[in-house]
Each structure stands twice: as structure tokens, then as C-alpha cells.
């Protein structure tokens, strides 16, 4: 099918709207990412291959050496699996340590474990253009939290963004040469500061990533909330339309939506987990809104998944190496999908105190909604949680983080950044949130305190969010924030 849209540079789209009939001209927008890891790989090689001028910011010199020696023998080569199809591309990415590589770029995505999201704003605030896009994928954790407390007074001339996860499960083959992507997911939800923003990035990253789309909401509590009992495909707003006001309703083709903070909303409690779509009457994109960004905070993913996981599978461990490494998801049984289960409720419970407290509705689903939305046209069998990872291709294969032994057998590897990054800037920020609303959640206290003993980080302390590491997480409280309402950014 022939492309007949209008190519538009992005300065352009940024200063005059996207009008109808036209797309960005990637070739035009330049992003920096900053990481190396799996993701950094992937985004590397599909950003570059679908046009942006693309470039990648490591701190370590050394880190930078190898990148550098993988992209001269030919540059990162990708291949992603979406659905049954397997997608090859490469590119060859500018690499430096030097943050001052962040100067002209419009988009710059944090794409590095979440304990070195704070050291790289640090780094890379002062170079920072005006206008630009700064954003974490994923942003859970308080990311919004940590972002205001290092950017400032920048925070009011960039694009704050963050999405609920990675758009992808990958693995590097070779470093600075070869990844692969596991599993794509559909949609992403995603939220900015300004929650109306300024400039079209849902288009733009809509265009840049290849099978993911990327639902805006309007605050980042949601994110941190977030697994999908609430997922809403409503209006697109371009930044061209006078928005209705708070509480004022409409109802093009039929559906009414309710608009608030400035979005276009379908009533939550109407949807039971079920995706809609609307054709906008304003813009020729299908995409959602999933409300605040502190939704994505919320959000039931990593934040869970991966401590529950190992607290279901190494809880009574006595020590013993075992001969080969277990599967991580689909090794997932009754007990530690009993834990997960009880934690995506205890998040939908501490949802809902919020809403009460600040008038909102937020949309937050429950776990296995949220992989449903992700891979639900991959996942083989839906009808248990259990089920639904154990049948998700993007997950086969994947094992426990292991330390080999010198006897050549494994032991569990307690300080792999599913505690070490899980617990600071995830479970433990949820933990934060629901005693700012005076929620129970025993099911998180029992994961979150053997995680962190295992671990060996503390951040509940006799049932308060007060140990001696929250001082380097994105608990809520290591900011001083003792009200639900502080978080709105």
C-alpha cells in the first residue's frame, strides 16, 4: 500500500500541529538514547533504521569501546518477532560518553535500569534543549517524582514522558552487534508533563517504533499503578482543538465520553476490562488514553511480576545449587501466581482509595489484563494468569537470573535488577503509594520484605516506608510527600 501522506519535519509538527493528511519525516528528528542494555540495543537499531538520526550516551568509556567495536563490523542488526513474523534490520548509531551528545537531539529516552535514572538527568540537564522530549521507557517507580526533583526548573520547557514498560522483551546476541526482540507488545500506555502536551509525540512515537502503538494518559500515578481492568481506546487530540472543559461531555458517532483534566475519557466502570476503539472525529489515529501519569506508577507490571516470581520459586530455598536454571515465566506455579494475583488486587484497592481522595478515575487494570493488552494476540491459552504466561511466546525460554557456581551448577543471583531495580523504583514505590492512602497490603509487605532481606536492601521497616534505602528509590516518601495529592506532577 502506497504511503500518500505529506512528509512534515518534526520543528514543524512542533510548532503548527500535524494537520490532516500529513505524517513526521522521522529523517528530521534526532534521538539519543541513554543506556546499553538490551532495550538500548533495540531501540538503537529500529530508531536508526526507520530514519531519526539517532545517537547513544554511555557514561563508561569502556562501555563506549565495545559499542563502538560491535557498530563498525556493520552496525546493531535486529530481529524482531511480531506475532509470527520475523522483521531484520540494523543501524549504526553515534556512540559517546559525552552528555553534551543530548544537545541537539528532540528526543532523548532513558532506556537503563531504573537506580541510574537519577545519575543520568544529573548528567545530561544541562545540555538539554529547549522543547525537547525526556522520558524513561519504562517510567514506573516514580520516575515523574525523580524527574521534577533533578530537572527543576526544566521541567517547564521539555516533555516529560514515561511508559508503563519496555515496548519489548530482548535480549542482546552479541554486544554493539547483534539483539533480538522476543515479543512486541501492541500498546504501550504512555503519559507526559504537560498532560496536554505540546507537541505531537503519540504520532511521532507511534512512527518510530515498529508494532507498538502508545495510548497517552494524563498524569504519571497511573503508570505507577498500573496492571487492565480500565483500558479505554478514546478521542486523539493533536493540539489544535479547543478542548472542552472539566466535566463537559460529548458524543461523536454515538459514545459518549466524559472529558476530564482536559482528556477525552470513557466512563471506567462501563468498559470491564474490555478495549473499545473510536475513529476520532479530530485526527485519523486510533490510539487510548489511560489518565494520569501517575497511573503508570500504578500500573501492574515489572514492579510485580518479577519480585513475585522469585519470592514463589526461591522462599524456601536451603541453598542447594541445582543442575540447571529454572524458567522464569513459565516456570510461574499455583502459589507464585496466587502472590501475583493478590498484589494486582491490593493495587486495584489502593486505585481506588486515590480516585476517592482526588476525585479521579484512574485506569489501572489488573495483571492479567495488562499482558492480555500487551500480547494478547501471541498468548496462547487466557484462561488463568498462570496460564497466560506460561503459553506467551515472548516468554519461552527466559530463566531465573543465576550466578554459576564453581562446581559448574547455579544458585540464584539476588542482586540481578529484578530486586535491585524492582523493589527500589517499583514494588516498593507501590508500597509508598498505599500508605499514603492508608491501604493493607500483605502481600506486597510479604514479597517486598523477603525481596529486600534476600537482596540485601531495606525499605519497609516495621510497617513503614522508612529504611535505610529509600533514600535511593522513588518512594514517594523519600521525597517528603505524605499526601496522595503531592504526586500529581
Partial sequence: MVNTKRKISWQTAKTTGLPDGCEIDLETVVVTICGGGN???AGAAMFCHQGCKTSMYLSLKKEVAEMKQGIEQGGIECEQLIADEHILYQGAPEVSNDPSIVSESDVIIVLAPGFAHESILREVKPFLKHGALVGALPACGGFDLLARHVLDERTEDVTVFGTVSLPWAARIISYGLRVEILGTKEE???????????VPIVELFNLMFIGTTFPLGNDFLEITLWPANNIIHPVSYSGNETLPTWGESLSPEGFVISISAGHFVWPMEELGGEPLSLRSPYSMLDWTISRLQNEITLWPANNIIHPGILYGRWKNWEGTPLAEKPLFYVGLDDFAASKLQGMSDEIQQAKIAVEKELGLTLSVPQLSGFLLQSYGREIGDKSSLKRIFQTNPGYQGLTHPMRLTGEGKYVPDFCSRYLTEDLPHGLAVLRGIADLVNVPTPCMDEVLSWGQNASGQ????????????????????RFGYHHVSELIF
Fill in 458 to 477: 531495606e525499605y519497609l521497616c516495621h510497617g513503614e516506608m522508612t529504611g535505610k534505602d529509600v533514600s535511593h528509590s522513588g518512594v514517594p516518601q
Fill in 188 to 198: 504501550l500506555p504512555m503519559s507526559c508533563h504537560p498532560r496536554v502536551p505540546l
Fill in 39 to 41: 532495550g538500548a540495543h
